[in-house]
């Protein structure tokens, strides 16, 4: 637990120090820093509805980032989750098509098993790359994300074209009311029970559970798992599925919650920023959990930038960008200052 929490005091240090540069920044660039922090905190956690508006965006975040977490404690760089997210939507959408007309209760759960297989399935081919032949995952999961993106494109302009758009953006038909699980603003008691049961879930099998602690333990050192008589293709192989079952996931709520239906390139950040969840988390479920309401209200208060600070709603991205920037290079920084600090005592 102490680990944990010095992980995660770590993490909210280099938060502010990226926070402290974008500030930097914007008064360099002609606008306020003040009013900038000012107005994501009014707009993140202090305004009307704000914790609805951040919880609109934590939620899927939460989950994907839970994958994410799996797949890289098991030593497995998937950064795939972005193109998982928008086959498991692709898929719940052509579901939702197919068996239009079928009541909710047969097609709702039809739908979350189409998606959170599609996006398992999208993480399967990589998984097996990695694991038979050694291609480097993060460029096969990373070129995935391309190749779905472009699938997305396809699909919304052609087999689930919604014959009455209006041609400024390719999409399908809207969904069903009865196959819908919220409103437009994201949050409901099933999406959030979703959410929580992923989380409850997740953080037993991480904990809790043999794969848990030899998936922790390949990640560090395969061969110690080995000398434990388990098999890394095995542990690495279900990594794989289960980040990928859970972007699926993520999607399909998307497109049955807020979204009701499929858009051309919608959310196009969301796999990466669930990405940077899991290594602000310190790779850590409950840390994830807090890292994506924080990630969620930056999100929700892109929304108040423009209003109240005369920032672009695009500086939320500079400021996502500038906390990977700080974070990825944080075990770095803190090896390098250790090492300074311990010098001088060792030649006293």
């Given at each position: 637990?102490?680990g ?35 107005s994501i ?18 939620l899927p ?42 009541p ?24 097996l ?9 993060v ?6 994300n ?33 196959y ?52 890394t293709?095995?542990?690495g ?24 239906r ?64 700080f ?22």
């Amino acid at each position: 637990m102490s680990g944990q929490l010095g992980a995660i005091i770590r993490a909210v240090v280099f938060i502010l120090l990226a926070l402290a540069a974008c500030g930097v920044i914007f008064e360099f660039a002609g606008y306020s820093a003040f009013q900038m922090f000012h107005s994501i905190v009014d707009g993140a956690f202090l305004r009307r509805n704000a914790l609805e508006h951040a919880l609109r965006w934590a939620l899927p975040l939460f989950i994907t980032a839970t994958g994410v977490v799996i797949s890289f404690r098991a030593g497995y760089f998937n950064i795939g989750a972005q193109g998982q997210f928008y086959v498991g939507a692709i898929c719940a959408a052509f579901v939702a098509e197919w068996l239009r007309g079928y009541p909710g209760g047969v097609v709702i759960p039809l739908c979350f098993a189409a998606g959170m297989t599609g996006g398992a399935l999208w993480a399967l081919w990589p998984g097996l790359l990695r694991l038979r032949s050694g291609a480097d995952e993060v460029i096969t999961t990373l070129m995935g994300n391309f190749l779905a993106g472009l699938l997305l494109v396809y699909v919304t302009a052609g087999p689930l074209k919604d014959p009455s758009g209006s041609g400024q953006q390719a999409s399908s038909r809207p969904l069903e009311a009865a196959y819908r699980i919220s409103t437009s603003n994201g949050v409901s008691p099933t999406i959030i029970g979703i959410a929580i049961l992923v989380g409850l879930a997740m953080w037993w099998l991480v904990n809790r559970t043999a794969f848990g602690v030899l998936s922790g333990l390949g990640g560090r050192n395969p061969t110690m798992v080995q000398w434990q008589g388990a098999s890394t293709w095995k542990i690495g192989l279900a990594s794989f599925l289960i980040s990928g079952a859970l972007a699926g996931l993520a999607g399909t709520i998307e497109l049955m919650g807020p979204n009701g239906r499929l858009a051309g390139g919608f959310l196009p950040a969301h796999g990466f920023t669930a990405v940077l969840i899991a290594l602000v988390a310190g790779l850590s479920i409950t840390g994830a959990a807090i890292a994506a309401f924080f990630f969620g209200g930056l999100a929700s208060a892109a929304l108040y930038l423009p209003v109240m600070a005369g920032l672009p709603s695009a500086a939320i991205d500079i400021v996502n960008a500038s906390i990977a920037l700080f974070i990825t290079a944080r075990s770095r920084l803190v090896d390098t200052l250790t090492k300074a600090w311990r010098r001088p005592w060792k030649t006293s």
